[in-house]
């Protein structure tokens, strides 16, 4: 097993992108611009990838280049781009897991909205599942914090997993590494 503390993009990538390459099309914060213009360049690749593409390599790299450099510029406080907390892979069987941890504090005053409300419907299910003597549904619902933050983790981690499934086709990976979340 190889085990990486907090790896860029460029290590978890397999280096096919620059160092620079990856801090441009991989960071750490992304915005509504960048995300829409990041999905061009995905489209792009997968039209490249089909057979029904009559483009020449050269004028994919040109087409798919010319996508890259529309993406807004990085931040200038964003010198190491998107990194996980931990790498993991199994070299004989390629099998990889990427980890990245949140911790939320549900209690915080920008949380407590919708945390008495899930509380509040959490306490009225019992109060009714009781009643009519059945097992409550939403006893071990998450906190909707909880949610969001892990939502906005895996929206976050989804173009690394993108590009490392393409290297799977591309038989550049045995498998395409499984991103675990943890509250």
Same mark, same amino acid.
């Given at each position: 097993?190889?085990?990486?503390?907090?790896?860029?993009?460029?290590?978890?990538?397999?280096?096919?992108?620059?160092?620079?390459?990856?801090?441009?099309?991989?960071?750490?914060?992304?915005?509504?611009?960048?995300?829409?213009?990041?999905?061009?360049?995905?489209?792009?690749?997968?039209?490249?990838?089909?057979?029904?593409?009559?483009?020449?390599?050269?004028?994919?790299?040109?087409?798919?280049?010319?996508?890259?450099?529309?993406?807004?510029?990085?931040? *200038?406080?964003?010198?190491?781009?998107?990194?996980?907390?931990?790498?993991?892979?199994?070299?004989?069987?390629?099998?990889?897991?990427?980890?990245?941890?949140?911790?939320?504090?549900?209690?915080?005053?920008?949380?407590?909205?919708?945390?008495?409300?899930?509380?509040?419907?959490?306490? $009225?299910?019992?109060?009714?599942?009781? $009643?009519?003597?059945?097992?409550?549904?939403?006893? $071990?619902?998450?906190?909707?914090?909880?949610?969001?933050?892990?939502?906005?983790?895996?929206?976050?981690?989804?173009?690394?997993?993108?590009?490392?499934?393409?290297?799977?086709? *591309?038989?550049?990976?045995?498998?395409?590494?499984?991103?675990?979340?943890?509250?």
């Amino acid at each position: 097993m190889a085990v990486r503390v907090e790896p860029g993009a460029y290590e978890l990538l397999l280096g096919d992108l620059s160092k620079t390459e990856c801090r441009r099309i991989f960071p750490k914060k992304a915005s509504a611009d960048y995300t829409k213009k990041f999905q061009a360049v995905i489209d792009a690749l997968e039209l490249a990838a089909s057979p029904a593409c009559a483009m020449t390599e050269e004028q994919k790299g040109i087409h798919l280049q010319s996508l890259i450099n529309e993406l807004p510029r990085v931040a *200038e406080d964003d010198r190491t781009g998107l990194r996980i907390d931990l790498a993991i892979e199994h070299k004989l069987t390629g099998e990889a897991r990427w980890v990245d941890v949140t911790a939320t504090h549900t209690g915080s005053p920008s949380y407590a909205d919708g945390e008495i409300k899930a509380v509040a419907r959490r306490q $009225m299910a019992a109060c009714i599942s009781s $009643m009519m003597d059945v097992l409550d549904p939403n006893k $071990m619902d998450p906190s909707p914090a909880l949610v969001a933050r892990e939502t906005v983790k895996f929206q976050k981690y989804a173009r690394l997993l993108h590009v490392a499934s393409k290297q799977v086709t *591309e038989g550049k990976r045995k498998k395409t590494p499984v991103f675990l979340r943890w509250r």
